[in-house]
């Protein structure tokens, strides 16, 4: 970032004739008023009608109803369900966005492009593809299927199943924050902290992690959104069992299809509350790297 | 701590960054890796520091092999280029570093935190985090992080290339009275030949992963043993000349030669500050242009049938009298040194 800053602004030269000067200058105000308004369009049409148009439904019912019909078992099994994903998403790509960052930039192995692009792999391909090779590896007649029978651990149908997909779609947020981090931060000051005698236990948590910790937390926070969100792995590998593999977007798909539309918003409602929290933790975050950032590289301060 | 380094060997890929280095350093001596950038410098200092690991050779710290020792595990201070200081730690906690990773009670580490910001002029900025200060208090709070776990050798990678020439010139003062009132043995790297010479006890000049020469200042500006050094320490002419029995001819000039071989065909080196010009018509050379620079006067000439000569004299002196553009002049060279003709390895920096 500072490095930016080190380069001399440009100057026009001498021998350069400036453009024609009217060309240069601020758009004229229809040209404002056009480019905004195609822009707030269409962010209001994509992202703020179908959640206005929600949120409206609801209110007619009244938020009330829709939510009581989430009293019942096996709404509040796909709740628990969804709550539990959250957690385990977020201890496990906590863990392994930390290392698997460290790995991936700091240490040199064969391969080591290959993982890195591999990581991506996740974000662009379509979650119910993964779910059915997924199951095409551990379901009924999958390659590894005799092995997950005689160890008498069942993946396909289970909650486990639904873990799986889960940590799949997740898997590149972490990483990939801590890995941009990395790689930018260098590995100057863990080599300061070992030539003073740091042992590489002591360098990760006093040196590397602290420098790491906002952009793991952010990584995880996103992990987090997108695995109360995802739907196509879930459904697939877990089967979308009422009552015992049922996710919370799962449960919607299936309420709309039983033309069970109120317990349909409930569901969509307290997601949508769930969601907002992690985007509000998450905007709390970034307000906080601009400032550590401020802090490693802005300028002086004269404050003791 | 004295340090021998044996027949060092490191490579990168295809490059070659050290060939076959080996060297001693006294105990409590001040030593300048001096070399031009991308000579393999900073790869010897961090093999010394255990940061690399060399492909072959050797590493003795006071006579016991320290070759595969760790880098936690040398006792040894590194400062690094862009001072590498802890972020997210305030100044206090980054000096006390290396005594808190070895347990040292919070009563002596506090005391010796203070005592050290001290030593380095920056007493009561403990409480500040690193981007509150300037470059160069970073620089010594960079010294005192190092300092602080009391090393047997400090390491300095390149200590102010990363501050402006100012500071710069009080930070190199204040380094070598800090190594003579520490008396910790130091070996820092630099590329930049004032500061080498002007701060250190010995020089080791690195050109090309090799060794060319180690000595005193003194030694190595008075007898450059490669035509390389000749070049690197100096503002120097160099000419390809033909020796005869001692006597270098270079175009119109001749001149007794001090080293080297005494017939044939030679590279003859001649420092800009070891030449005198006298105006004389016909002489054997013009004055092209005369350029004052502060309180040196460069003078460029051509000398018959050899090309250009660059000399330096003092601002106002006698031997500048009568010397100004077109002028024909007499040249002496009072000190020149010749070196077997090589090519391609002594390349000019």
């Known amino acids: 970032m500072h490095k930016l800053e080190a380069l001399p602004a440009l100057r026009p030269s001498a021998s350069v004739r400036p453009l024609k000067d009217d060309k240069l200058r601020a758009p004229s105000p229809l040209t404002r008023i056009v480019l905004s308004g195609l822009v707030l369009g269409y962010l209001g ?66 391969g080591r492009a290959l993982v890195s692009a591999l990581c991506d792999l996740p974000l662009a391909v379509s979650p119910v593809m993964i779910g059915l090779s997924f199951l095409l590896l551990i379901g009924k007649g999958g390659v590894l299927s005799p092995l997950l029978e005689a160890i008498n651990i069942k993946l396909v149908f ?25 790689e930018e931060l260098g590995t100057d000051e863990e080599e300061a902290a070992t030539t003073l005698g740091a042992s590489p236990w002591q360098t990760f948590w006093k040196v590397t992690l602290p420098n790491i910790r906002i952009a793991l937390g952010y990584g995880v926070l996103m992990a987090m959104a997108r695995s109360l969100g995802e739907f196509g792995a879930v459904l697939v590998l877990g089967g979308s069992i009422s009552g015992q593999t049922q996710t919370a977007t799962t449960f919607i798909h299936d309420s709309i299809e039983e033309r069970n539309l109120d317990a349909a918003y409930g569901m969509s409602l307290l997601l949508a509350v769930f969601s907002s929290g992690l985007l509000f933790i998450l905007e709390r975050l970034k307000k906080r790297q601009a400032k550590t950032q401020k802090r490693a590289h802005g300028p002086s301060k004269q404050t003791a | ?160 290339g990363a501050v402006d020439a100012k500071v710069r010139e009080e930070l190199r003062q204040w380094l070598r009275r800090l190594h003579d009132e520490v008396g910790v043995t130091s070996i820092f790297v630099t590329h930049d030949q004032d500061e080498a010479f002007s701060v250190s006890d010995r020089v080791l000049i690195i050109n090309h992963g090799k060794l060319e020469q180690s000595g005193t200042p003194a030694e190595i500006l008075d007898e450059p043993r490669t035509e390389f050094v000749a070049r690197f320490v100096g503002d120097v002419n160099v000419f390809t000349a033909q020796m005869d029995k001692g006597i270098a001819k270079v175009g119109a000039l001749q001149t007794p030669a001090q080293s080297g071989p005494s017939d044939g065909q030679v590279q003859l080196v001649v420092r800009s500050y070891d030449l005198k010009f006298f105006r004389e018509d016909p002489g054997v050379a013009t004055v092209e242009r005369v350029v004052p620079l502060g ?52 390349s000019a920096p």
């Open chain 2, 1 to 160: 701590m004295s340090i021998r380094v044996e027949h060092l060997r490191k490579r990168f890929g295809s490059f070659q960054a050290v060939d076959d280095v080996s060297f001693e350093v006294e105990s409590g001596s001040l030593v300048a890796l001096l070399g031009p950038s991308g000579s393999g410098k900073s790869t010897i200092l961090r093999i010394l520091a255990g940061l690399e690991s060399p492909d072959s050779g050797s590493v003795w710290f006071d006579g016991e092999e320290a070759t595969h020792v760790h880098a936690r595990s040398r006792a040894i201070g590194f400062v690094f280029q862009h001072y590498a200081l802890f972020r997210h730690l305030t100044v206090a906690e980054n000096v006390g570093f290396g005594l808190l990773v070895r347990n040292v009670d919070p009563k002596t580490r506090a005391e010796r935190t203070e005592q050290l910001l001290e030593l380095v002029g920056l007493g009561g900025l403990g409480g500040r985090y690193p981007s509150q200060l300037s470059g160069g208090q970073r620089q010594r709070v960079a010294l005192a992080r190092a300092l602080a776990p009391e090393p047997r050798l400090l390491l300095l990678d390149e200590p102010f």
């Open chain 1, 158 to 182: 289970t909650f486990w199943g639904l873990v799986l997909g889960t940590l799949f779609v997740t898997l590149p947020y972490s990483i990939r924050e801590v890995s941009y981090v990395l």
């Open chain 2, 295 to 346: 309180d040196r006067v460069r003078v460029h000439a051509t000398l018959d049938g050899a090309g250009s000569l660059v000399a330096q004299f003092p601002r106002r002196s006698s031997l500048l009298r009568g010397i100004e553009a077109g002028a024909r002049i007499q040249v002496e060279v009072t000190y020149a040194r010749t070196y077997p003709l090589e090519s391609g390895r002594n």
């Open chain 1, 45 to 110: 049409l994509v992202l703020l009608g179908p959640l206005s148009a929600l949120l409206v439904e609801i209110a007619e019912i009244g938020f009330g109803v829709a939510l009581s019909k989430l009293v019942d078992t096996t709404a509040l099994l796909a709740l628990k369900n969804s709550i539990l994903l959250l957690l385990i998403t977020m201890v496990v790509n906590g863990v392994v966005g930390a290392l698997g960052g460290i790995v991936l930039v700091r240490h040199r192995f064969p």
